[in-house]
C-alpha cells in the first residue's frame, strides 16, 4: 500500500471492484462527477490520526499481519497538535509519548528554564514531526497501512461505511474485514477550535494563545480566562515574555490539584524518586480515614499541589507542572475566582457569582476549551467496533497500544473488556479516586495473564519500563522495590472501594464547589 494523497490512489492494488450509482446506496453529493464508486476493502478502518489512533495502529502492525486504512480531516498525523498554540509543549516527559516502537525523546534533561534538571517536553512542532516521520518511515513502507487524509468519515442507515475527501468531494466505500477504530473520542478541545461559552463585546480584544505571539503593542492589562494547563501556559508564556505579574489577571472557575512533574521523571537514575511517589499514592490511599485526609496526605507528600494553599480544589483534569512553573504562577495576585465567565464588556467582566470592572484596554486570552472531555458510556470492545478510550490512570496513549495488543491476541469480547475497564475520564478530584481503583483492577488482571505481562515487560510506552531504562536487569534493589509497590497496590486496591462509598454516601469528595 502506498501513501494516498486521493482517493485514486488509496485503491491501488487493493479492490477492483465498482460500485454504481443504481444500486440503492447513498449517492455521490450533487456537484461530484464520478458516475462510480471505488470500494477499499481493509481489515481495520481507523478514523482519526491523532496520538491514540496513531499508536494503536503501530501496535497492530507489530502483532499482526492486519492491514489498516486511516482516515482523517487533516492533511497530516496528529490530531489536535495540529491547531495548538505554538508554545505549548508536552506536560510529561517526552519518553512516555508516542508509539511504542520509535523513541521521542532524546533522553536528555533540560539546563535551563522552568523545567531545568528534569527530562525534555517536546514542542508541539517536535511532536508533529515526530508523527510524520511515523507514518513516512514505518506506516506507509509496511505496506500495510493506507492513508487518506483530508477525508471525512460517515456511516450510512444500512450499516455501510464511506469516505468523502474534502478536496475533491470523491466518495469511496469501505468494507471493513474485522473492525472500525474509533481514535475520536478524546474528542480535546483546544482553544483555536474551540468557541467560546461567554459573550464578548464588540472592539473587546480576545484572542486565543495560539495569537500571543503576534502581539505587537503593549496592553496595560492581561487577563486569561481558565485554569486548567492551557490558561497555566498562557500566564507562565506572559511572564517569561516580559508581562509583569501585575498586569496579569486570571480568571479560573475552579482551581485544581496538580501533579508534580517531578515524581515522573523516567530512566533508572530516577526511579527511586517516581517509584517511590507512586509508592507514596499507594500509602496515602490506606492511610487515609476519609477523602479530604487522602489530598492532605498527598499534599504532605508533594504528590499533588495547588496554587493557593488557602482555596481547596474542586477540580482535577491530570495537569502536570513542575515546582518552578507553580511558583511563576503564584506570583499573579489577581485571581478572580467568582465562577464561569459569562460576558466580557468594555469596561467590565461578568461571571457567574458577581461582576468586575476592567480596563478597556485588556488583551483577553481565552483558554477556556475545556481539553479533556469525558466519553460516552460505551465499552472498548463494542461489537464489530473498538472504542480508544484510556484503559490506565492518565496514560491514553498506552492504552491506545494495549488495546490493540489485546485485540490481536484475544478473541472473547468478555475477556477483552475485563482486560480493558474504562478509566474515567478526570473533572472532580474524587475521580482520582476512580481512576485508580479501574486501573489497578486492570493491571492485576494484566499481570495474571502471561502473554499480557510480558508484552507489558517490553512495551515502550509502558511506564514501568521507562522508569528502569539504563538500570542492570539484575539490579536486585530496585526491582525490589517494584515488589514492594505491587504489594502496596494491593493494599490501595482493597482500601478505594471504602473511600469512594463514603463519598458516594454523602461524605462527600472533599471538596466544595
Known amino acids: 500500500m502506498t501513501n494516498t494523497r486521493d482517493m485514486n490512489a488509496a485503491t491501488q492494488g487493493v479492490s477492483e471492484a465498482r460500485v454504481g450509482s443504481a444500486d440503492g446506496r447513498p449517492q455521490p453529493e450533487a456537484d461530484e462527477t464520478l458516475t462510480e464508486m471505488s470500494i477499499i476493502q481493509t481489515d481495520y478502518l481507523v478514523v482519526g490520526a491523532g496520538a491514540t489512533a496513531m499508536s494503536f495502529v503501530d501496535t497492530v502492525l507489530s502483532e499482526t499481519d492486519a492491514d489498516v486504512t486511516m482516515v482523517d480531516r487533516r492533511?497530516?498525523?496528529?490530531?489536535?497538535?495540529?491547531?495548538?498554540?505554538?508554545?505549548?509543549?508536552?506536560?510529561?516527559?517526552?519518553?512516555?509519548?508516542?508509539?511504542?516502537?520509535?523513541?521521542?525523546?532524546?533522553?536528555?534533561?533540560?539546563?535551563?528554564?522552568?523545567?531545568?534538571?528534569?527530562?525534555?517536553?517536546?514542542?508541539?512542532?517536535?511532536?508533529?514531526?515526530?508523527?510524520?516521520?511515523?507514518?513516512?518511515?514505518?506506516?506507509?513502507?509496511?505496506?500495510?497501512?493506507?492513508?487518506?487524509?483530508?477525508?471525512?468519515?460517515?456511516?450510512?442507515?444500512?450499516?455501510?461505511?464511506?469516505?468523502?475527501?474534502?478536496?475533491?468531494?470523491?466518495?469511496?466505500?469501505?468494507?471493513?474485514?474485522?473492525?472500525?477504530?474509533?481514535?475520536?473520542?478524546?474528542?480535546?478541545?483546544?482553544?483555536?477550535?474551540?468557541?467560546?461559552?461567554?459573550?464578548?463585546?464588540?472592539?473587546?480584544?480576545?484572542?486565543?494563545?495560539?495569537?500571543?505571539?503576534?502581539?505587537?503593542?503593549?496592553?496595560p492589562a492581561y487577563a486569561v480566562v481558565g485554569s486548567g494547563k492551557t490558561g497555566m501556559d498562557a500566564c507562565i508564556w506572559l511572564i517569561q515574555n516580559g508581562v509583569p505579574p501585575s498586569r496579569i489577571r486570571w480568571i479560573m472557575s475552579r482551581d485544581a490539584w496538580l501533579l508534580n512533574r517531578e515524581n515522573f521523571q523516567p530512566g533508572a537514575n530516577d526511579v527511586d524518586r517516581t517509584l517511590g511517589s507512586v509508592i507514596g499514592q499507594f500509602e496515602a490511599i490506606t492511610e487515609a480515614t476519609s477523602v479530604a485526609d487522602l489530598f492532605s496526605k498527598l499534599e504532605q507528600r508533594s504528590l499533588l499541589m495547588r496554587i493557593d494553599k488557602t482555596i481547596e480544589p474542586t477540580t482535577y483534569r491530570c495537569a502536570i507542572i513542575s515546582p518552578a512553573?507553580?511558583?511563576?504562577?503564584?506570583?499573579?495576585?489577581?485571581?478572580?475566582?467568582?465562577?464561569?465567565?459569562?460576558?466580557?464588556?468594555?469596561?467590565?467582566?461578568?461571571?457567574?457569582?458577581?461582576?468586575?470592572?476592567?480596563?478597556?484596554?485588556?488583551?483577553?486570552?481565552?483558554?477556556?476549551?475545556?481539553?479533556?472531555?469525558?466519553?460516552?458510556?460505551?465499552?472498548?470492545?463494542?461489537?464489530?467496533?473498538?472504542?480508544?478510550?484510556?484503559?490506565?490512570?492518565?496514560?491514553?496513549?498506552?492504552?491506545?497500544?494495549?488495546?490493540?495488543?489485546?485485540?490481536?491476541?484475544?478473541?472473547?469480547?468478555?475477556?477483552?473488556?475485563?482486560?480493558?475497564?474504562?478509566?474515567?475520564?478526570?473533572?472532580?478530584?474524587t475521580d482520582w479516586l476512580r481512576m485508580w481503583a479501574t486501573t489497578l483492577a486492570n493491571q492485576a488482571r494484566w499481570q495474571r495473564n502471561e502473554r499480557v505481562r510480558n508484552w507489558l515487560a517490553q512495551c515502550r510506552l509502558n511506564n514501568a519500563v521507562a522508569m528502569m531504562r539504563g538500570a542492570k536487569p539484575n539490579d536486585e534493589v530496585k526491582l525490589e522495590r517494584f515488589k514492594e509497590a505491587a504489594a502496596k497496590a494491593g493494599a490501595a486496591a482493597a482500601k478505594l472501594p471504602d473511600l469512594i462509598a463514603s463519598f458516594a454516601c454523602g461524605e462527600g469528595d472533599g471538596t466544595h464547589e
Not at 509519548?97 to 527530562?119: A, C, I, Q
Not at 468494507?175 to 475520536?184: C, P, S, Y
Not at 467568582?338 to 467582566?349: K, N, S, T, V, Y
Request: aromatic content about 10%; some cysteine.
Open 325 to 429: 512553573e507553580l511558583a511563576q504562577l503564584q506570583r499573579i495576585a489577581d485571581i478572580v475566582r467568582l465562577g464561569h465567565l459569562r460576558a466580557i464588556e468594555p469596561m467590565r467582566i461578568v461571571l457567574d457569582k458577581g461582576a468586575l470592572d476592567a480596563d478597556p484596554d485588556t488583551l483577553y486570552v481565552d483558554c477556556s476549551a475545556r481539553a479533556l472531555t469525558p466519553p460516552p458510556g460505551i465499552p472498548v470492545f463494542d461489537g464489530d467496533r473498538i472504542n480508544l478510550l484510556m484503559v490506565r490512570f492518565c496514560q491514553p496513549l498506552f492504552s491506545a497500544a494495549l488495546i490493540a495488543f489485546v485485540e490481536s491476541h484475544f478473541n472473547d469480547p468478555v475477556e477483552k473488556n475485563a482486560f480493558c475497564a474504562v478509566v474515567p475520564t478526570p473533572d472532580r478530584p
Open 75 to 219: 492533511y497530516r498525523p496528529g490530531g489536535h497538535w495540529n491547531d495548538a498554540y505554538p508554545f505549548v509543549r508536552l506536560h510529561q516527559p517526552s519518553a512516555y509519548y508516542g508509539v511504542s516502537s520509535r523513541e521521542l525523546s532524546n533522553w536528555t534533561k533540560d539546563k535551563t528554564g522552568l523545567n531545568r534538571g528534569l527530562y525534555g517536553l517536546a514542542s508541539a512542532a517536535e511532536v508533529l514531526a515526530y508523527f510524520e516521520q511515523v507514518l513516512q518511515d514505518r506506516f506507509l513502507p509496511s505496506g500495510r497501512v493506507r492513508w487518506l487524509p483530508m477525508s471525512e468519515y460517515s456511516a450510512a442507515a444500512d450499516g455501510a461505511h464511506y469516505v468523502r475527501s474534502l478536496t475533491s468531494s470523491e466518495r469511496v466505500r469501505i468494507e471493513i474485514r474485522k473492525k472500525l477504530v474509533d481514535g475520536t473520542l478524546a474528542r480535546t478541545e483546544i482553544p483555536a477550535t474551540h468557541q467560546p461559552k461567554f459573550s464578548i463585546t464588540p472592539g473587546v480584544a480576545c484572542v486565543t494563545p495560539n495569537r500571543l505571539p503576534d502581539i505587537r503593542r503593549p496592553y
